[in-house]
């Protein structure tokens, strides 16, 4: 996890000398040992503008909770070669979901994003109570499959399709694009009660920014933004070294962008929504596909492996709305880089993009699409992964909600 690349001032690196803030002074520390370790305590006074004393006392502090362990740095010369601060990673563990209408991926994985046990079923039904006990299934496999690191389990993040806390247009009800209902308070406690952990829900696509940000490519960006293209298209946003989840952690949900007013019904209550026509239900639509079939990915997949006609040609037809995507993000955000993954393959995501070319121009005058547009690097697993790196943040990370007095 260590980078030598410039170090962004943020509020997740930043420290304060408040006598009243050392949680958080805590928590800004652990930041940096987790995301630049190995690394010196001159190093990370210097990061967060903490004193080298109050440094000093709070690695003290975390060594002696088994949380960091200090390595000998190489001699390079006269003197004592100082010591390193290095997060401990097998301290605790985390539990990720990806939930979705047609299956659930879980992941374990240590607080440097190793995974360590990894597991996923098909859904019985399209429903929430399928879900519900597809994750209990799961989470009791890893129990009895590793005993000794399920104790040491700290916390679940669960992440499955937005918008959350909304029922949809009356008489519209749910489809393959989301599942809004699984997020509702009663359905997360009761899974609170019945996991027995600490939880933080994240939609789908903020989870997966959140993976990559983390433990992927996007550790190389300050700012970017995810697309998460899946029956449903969504999208994560890391400003400023953090994810911007919004108000309700609705933001993001770009597939809800109206592009057509006159076009079809969507389950959020409008009318021609951007996933309407840029997603993979669509794509099921076009194909004659049943979208909460989990083979239905699969098939294609297997359809444009072939170079199937009918799956080439809705590329073609949905070029421009990959088009007015980027430009939209572009021009609201502004972002270093825009990194696209979903549940389909790299080749079919590299596929749709090279239609989408040329895209259109930046303010900046950037020309390069390959530097402005990548394919993600956690793959099928970037959402349960960023799940995991969730419930670290919930416990490890600094919020502005630390500080509140």
Known sequence: MNDTSPIPNSFRTSGTNLTRAKSHNHRVVLEVIRTRG??????ISEITSLSRQTVQNIVAELESGGIVVMHARKASGRGHPGMKVQLRPDHAYS??????RLSVRAIVSDLLGTIVWQAAGHLSAATVAAANEQILSLAGDFRRDDPARARRLFGVGLAAPGPFGSAGAAGQGTDAT??????????????????????VLQNDAS?????????????????????????GLGAGFVLN???YPGATKNAGEIGHVIVDPAGPPCACGNRGCLEKYLSLNALCERLALEPTDPASVARIEELFDRGDPQVLDWMSDVAPFVRQLVNMLEMMLD????????IVKPEVLRALLER??????????????????????????AVALGATAAAVDALYAPSVSHLLL
């Open 38 to 43: 190995p690394i010196g305590r001159t190093e």
């Open 95 to 100: 539990l990720g979901f990806h939930v979705d």
């Open 178 to 199: 989301n599942f809004s209902e699984f997020g509702s308070l009663e359905n997360l406690a009761l899974l609170q009660h019945a996991l027995q952990l600490p939880f």
């Open 207 to 231: 989870a997966a920014a959140l993976g990559e940000h983390v433990y992927g490519i996007g550790r190389n960006f300050n700012s970017f933004a995810f697309i998460q293209f899946g029956m």
């Open 241 to 243: 070294g953090a994810l």
């Open 335 to 342: 972002p270093e880089a825009i990194i696209l993954g979903g």
């Open 356 to 381: 989408a070319a040329p895209l259109p121009s930046r303010i900046d005058a950037r020309s390069s699409d390959d530097a402005r547009i990548r394919i993600g690097t956690s793959g099928a697993t």
